[in-house]
């Protein structure tokens, strides 16, 4: 699956733009540690100072271009999330997917420019700051979370 987002992202990674994370089970950690958690993911009804938006509702499934595309139009919503939260789009982050082994560690508006594509994969996506005080979580039912603890 790594080699689908390295291939669409090898212009970023080779401009240094994007970094590869190889070990991504402190990450994980830091989720744990920050955000209740249900049953492999974050169990986001415990957690009161959140923000949700449905990517999609469709009961046919999606393939990963057009879920890209459905993603991509939910752009401005993430940009008023980081906003209202202070994020600076100059501050990195690190993405991680819980069926991938790697992570990538990026700036927020490259972030804010890939996400449809890192979020197309049939995972669960998490994206936090390198201090961990926020997360962004995209479900592979179609929800997109973001939230604080």
Same mark, same amino acid.
């Given at each position: 699956?790594?080699?689908?987002?390295?291939? &669409? @992202?090898?212009?970023?990674?080779?401009? !240094?733009?994007?970094?590869?994370?190889?070990?991504? *089970?402190?990450?994980?950690?830091?989720? !744990?540690?920050?955000?209740?958690?249900?049953?492999?993911?974050i169990? +986001? *009804?415990?957690v009161?100072?959140?923000?949700?938006?449905?990517? %999609? #509702?469709?009961?046919?499934?999606?393939? #990963? =271009?057009?879920?890209?595309?459905?993603? !991509? &139009? $939910?752009?401005?919503?993430?940009?008023?999330?980081? =906003?209202?939260?202070?994020?600076? /789009?100059?501050? *990195?982050?690190?993405?991680l997917?819980?069926?991938?082994?790697?992570? /990538?560690?990026?700036?927020?508006?490259?972030?804010?420019?890939?996400?449809?594509?890192? %979020? #197309?994969?049939?995972? $669960? #996506?998490?994206?936090?700051?390198?201090? !961990?005080? +926020?997360?962004?979580?995209?479900?592979?039912?179609?929800? @997109?979370?973001?939230?604080?603890?």
């Amino acid at each position: 699956m790594f080699k689908y987002i390295e291939e &669409r @992202l090898r212009s970023e990674i080779d401009a !240094g733009r994007i970094s590869i994370v190889t070990d991504v *089970e402190p990450w994980f950690d830091r989720i !744990g540690s920050r955000f209740p958690t249900g049953i492999n993911r974050i169990a +986001w *009804e415990k957690v009161a100072n959140k923000a949700q938006v449905e990517v %999609f #509702s469709e009961t046919r499934a999606v393939n #990963s =271009d057009e879920l890209e595309v459905i993603l !991509g &139009r $939910h752009r401005s919503t993430i940009i008023e999330w980081f =906003d209202r939260k202070g994020v600076d /789009l100059d501050s *990195e982050v690190v993405w991680l997917g819980d069926d991938t082994d790697v992570g /990538l560690r990026m700036q927020v508006k490259v972030l804010v420019q890939y996400f449809p594509v890192l %979020f #197309s994969l049939p995972q $669960h #996506s998490y994206v936090l700051p390198l201090v !961990g005080t +926020w997360c962004m979580n995209y479900v592979m039912e179609g929800e @997109l979370f973001f939230g604080s603890k």
